[in-house]
């Protein structure tokens, strides 16, 4: 079975910390994402990657960066973290053409 | 990209079958339905995906219209576990492998 392993599930920030959110796959998949979720907004995706050092921005990636240095590690950063970025966060990966395989989580809470 | 539509949510009795329905009405003829469920907690797990013809896996069957302009998925027999927000996706294909958009789901409740 595919596993997708968040480093954290809770986590507690204060504002303008930098955080890191990190991410691994042990399956050798190319694409990998990172999502958040908030109540009434359903999954917005933040950017993806689709190799190694390779990224590509989503639909909300404005405050957000990420790096893809090894294949199967995905890291998504806070520059300077804000309250409004307390969500939860979906990391996720699959193989071109597949379905996506999702870690359980991360909530991130910026006080 | 094309968007879905679903009912925010709906209920169904234990044991009896879910039907839940979504609309995609822009899809284009490469586009694939993609059908994922998040229970509480965890991350959204895969169900079941199809392109134009019906599909059957040991979770779920896809009922896709002849004109592709929606689909229903359909749980036959409904558990208390299978309690969760149920997600219909178009997937975009581009030569990166293509982006997976969520809408906001349909939350099914399953009750005794």
């Given at each position: 079975d595919v596993k997708v392993t968040q480093s954290s599930r809770y986590l507690v920030k204060r504002t303008g910390?930098?955080?890191?959110?990190?991410?691994?796959?042990?399956?050798?998949?190319?694409?990998?994402?990172?999502?958040?979720?908030?109540?009434?907004?359903?999954?917005?995706?933040?950017?993806?990657?689709?190799?190694?050092?390779?990224?590509?921005?989503?639909?909300?990636?404005?405050?957000?960066?990420?790096?893809?240095?090894?294949?199967?590690?995905?890291?998504?950063?806070?520059?300077?973290?804000?309250?409004?970025?307390?969500?939860?966060?979906?990391?996720?990966?699959?193989?071109?053409?597949?379905?996506l395989h999702f870690g359980n989580g991360t909530r991130l809470t910026v006080t | 990209d094309a968007k879905t539509t679903q009912p925010p949510s709906m209920d169904c009795a234990e044991g009896r079958a879910a039907n839940l329905p979504c609309n995609h009405s822009t899809i284009s003829g490469n586009e694939y339905v993609y059908w994922y469920r998040q229970i509480h907690s965890q991350g959204p797990q895969y169900i079941i995906h199809g392109l134009k013809n019906n599909e059957t896996n040991e979770m779920a069957s896809l009922i896709i219209t002849e004109d592709r302009k929606s689909s229903t998925l359909i749980l036959p027999h409904a558990t208390l576990r299978d309690t969760a927000v149920y997600y219909c996706i178009v997937r975009v294909a581009n030569n990166q492998g293509g982006k997976l958009i969520f809408g906001q789901g349909t939350e099914l409740s399953v009750k005794p």
């Open positions: 910390e930098k955080v890191f959110l990190e991410c691994v796959q042990d399956m050798d998949h190319e694409n990998m994402f990172w999502y958040r979720q908030d109540p009434g907004l359903g999954l917005r995706l933040i950017y993806f990657s689709y190799d190694v050092k390779m990224k590509e921005k989503g639909d909300i990636p404005e405050g957000y960066s990420v790096s893809r240095e090894k294949k199967e590690r995905f890291s998504l950063i806070l520059e300077s973290a804000s309250t409004n970025q307390t969500s939860m966060y979906l990391c996720a990966s699959r193989e071109q053409g597949t379905s | -």
